[in-house]
């Protein structure tokens, strides 16, 4: 393994079957396996979550940034950090509640509708709503609580504590059965409102039930890990084309979401020596370029 103290593949095994020195142990399982248990976790949970508000949607460029979910967790943590000079778990809660609050005023300004164009410039102006009293608040901060503040916004998955962990496994677990039926109904949602309707789909419903699982999964990974740009964006976006699923594929977005974050920490860990980047940068560049790319190869279709 690379790192600042290397291991290799024996060694790291023999840390998991129990053996190992104290050094070894410490490094693998209370360093290194939380924090990419963290990445995978939270990788498929915003690949998820920008698949579903796609889909919903019907924009390929529909992410929870876009929708301000992830702007209430951020104005929640910072002002948890900043004004109350919290951390840890009390932050995580307060960045969970600011998401899930933007949201209900999400939908308050879109007057109830999960779907549309409405709800798409409702969430554009909770975003920059969020985004000043951001601005506000750094402004009248002490320097060193803006620079802990700006890791946190950039997305960070260092120092990651195993409870962490085992609280979003558990969210997880929590919106599973509600993801399978989704899956199903979702494709039929797709053929468009008066279809759906004729062959038995309740619209309205299931677009509120994949919007509340997007705000949760987000809120969720936003409290602990920092608003991580781009993944909900560009891991639906590469999925499609792989697997050939038209507008709708919410396990291969996990997947590449997962996938996609977990290098990008190790490119945030590793590419600069004794350099450690948060992730969110990483995942920003690469987000840019990707959509510089979707532009380019675009040629003239509607995006």
Request: charged share 5%; hydrophobic share 60%; with cysteine.
């Amino acid at each position: 393994m690379i790192g600042d103290y290397p291991l290799g593949p024996g060694q790291v095994l023999a840390v998991l079957f129990g053996g190992g020195e104290p050094v070894e142990q410490y490094v693998v399982l209370q360093s290194r396996l939380p924090r990419l248990t963290m990445a995978l976790l939270v990788g498929a949970a915003l690949g998820v979550a920008g698949a579903l508000l796609q889909a919903l949607l019907r924009n390929p460029l529909a992410s929870p940034d876009l929708l301000g979910i992830s702007g209430g967790s951020t104005l929640a943590a910072v002002f948890c950090l900043l004004v109350l000079g919290l951390t840890g778990p009390v932050l995580a809660a307060f960045a969970l509640v600011g998401g899930l609050a933007a949201s209900a005023l999400l939908l308050a300004v879109a007057r109830g509708r999960a779907a549309g164009y409405r709800l798409i410039l409702a969430g554009i102006g909770v975003s920059f709503f969020c985004a000043a009293l951001v601005g506000f608040l750094m402004t009248r901060a002490q320097l060193q609580q803006t620079q802990a503040a700006l890791v946190w916004l950039t997305g960070s998955l260092a120092s990651t504590p195993w409870w962490q962990v085992i609280v979003l496994a558990a969210v997880w677990l929590l919106v599973l059965p509600l993801l399978l039926p989704l899956a199903r109904r979702l494709p039929v949602l797709m053929l468009g409102e008066q279809t759906a309707t004729g062959l038995g789909e309740h619209s309205g419903r299931v677009r509120t039930a994949g919007v509340v699982v997007a705000v949760i999964l987000t809120a969720v990974t936003c409290a602990f890990a920092g608003p991580i740009s781009f993944v909900a964006l560009c891991a639906p976006a590469i999925a499609r084309p792989l697997t050939g699923h038209g507008s709708v594929a919410l396990a291969p977005s996990a997947l590449v979401g997962a996938a996609l974050l977990a290098l990008s920490d190790l490119v945030a860990q590793y590419a600069l020596p004794n350099v450690s980047m948060p992730v969110g940068v990483v995942t920003g560049a690469f987000g840019a370029v990707f959509l510089l790319w979707l532009l380019a190869t675009s040629k003239g279709r509607a995006l």
